[in-house]
């Protein structure tokens, strides 16, 4: 079973909505990652922390995407203003931190915008 | 750019017959790239099957094999005799040395094993 524990399962927002998930993720692991998974299964890579920092992101230039690792608190990505298109599966993932390392994944968050 | 092709789904195989999902990688930014492959079970996350991180090398778990080549940019995942129990979605993915690197994902092969 995952140790990476994404909340919620489901999320359903209307359009211009907030949209809020939230990831544990596995104990001791310092990097986290946060994938868009479309309806045609494709990844995006969204952006990666180690600790509470960012170490890459990508394609959040629309500004409507946020995210955050604060020390002693899950990390989240929030949309700010959910759009149609944004309908996806969420997936968070983490790492031990040192290199060559495999990433566990959590279950995601469905987000259906509606 | 970075990228990972695999066969597309629904693959249907019976049980006892051998399989071969393909997988091909593109790495233009990533100097030795290391590569894996997931798999997500009905109901579950997303779990390493295997992973290899030197060329020329095969990784091997629950009777699967993939050899990373670097001459063809393969990594085709290989079992020869499947079972009910191995029903589920495979990722190839490729990714990094270092542990920032984020892994490039392909779009995931459906497997279904009939009896």
């Known amino acids: 079973n995952s140790k990476v524990i994404q909340t919620p399962r489901y999320l359903v927002k209307g359009q211009g909505q907030k949209a809020k998930m939230r990831c544990i993720p596995e104990?001791?692991?310092?990097?986290v990652f946060w994938y868009q998974q479309n309806k045609n299964n494709e990844f995006k890579f969204l952006i990666n922390?180690?600790?509470?920092?960012?170490?890459?992101q990508i394609d959040m230039t629309e500004k409507r995407f946020s995210a955050e690792c604060p020390s002693n608190s899950p990390c989240s990505l929030e949309i700010q203003s959910s759009e149609a298109g944004d309908s996806a599966l969420y997936l968070c993932?983490?790492?031990?931190?040192?290199?060559?390392?495999?990433?566990?994944f959590g279950h995601g968050t469905k987000l259906s915008v509606l | 750019g970075d990228s990972v092709t695999q066969t597309e789904g629904p693959v249907t195989v019976s049980e006892s017959e051998s399989l071969i999902i393909n997988c091909t990688y593109s790495?233009?930014?990533?100097?030795?790239?290391?590569l894996f492959w997931y798999v997500r079970y009905p109901g579950e996350g997303l779990q390493l099957l295997l992973k290899v991180i030197t060329a020329g090398q095969k990784g091997s778990s629950r009777g699967f094999e993939a050899t990373y080549n670097k001459e063809t940019t393969s990594f085709h995942l290989q079992k020869a005799s499947v079972q009910e129990s191995d029903s589920a979605v495979y990722y190839c993915a490729l990714g990094g040395p270092n542990s920032g690197t984020y892994q490039r994902f392909g779009t995931g092969t459906k497997l279904q094993v009939v009896p």
């Open positions: 922390f180690q600790n509470q920092e960012v170490l890459q």
């Open positions: 104990k001791g692991h310092p990097v």
């Open positions: 993932a983490s790492s031990p931190g040192h290199s060559n390392e495999r990433l566990f």
């Open positions: 790495a233009t930014s990533i100097a030795y790239p290391n």
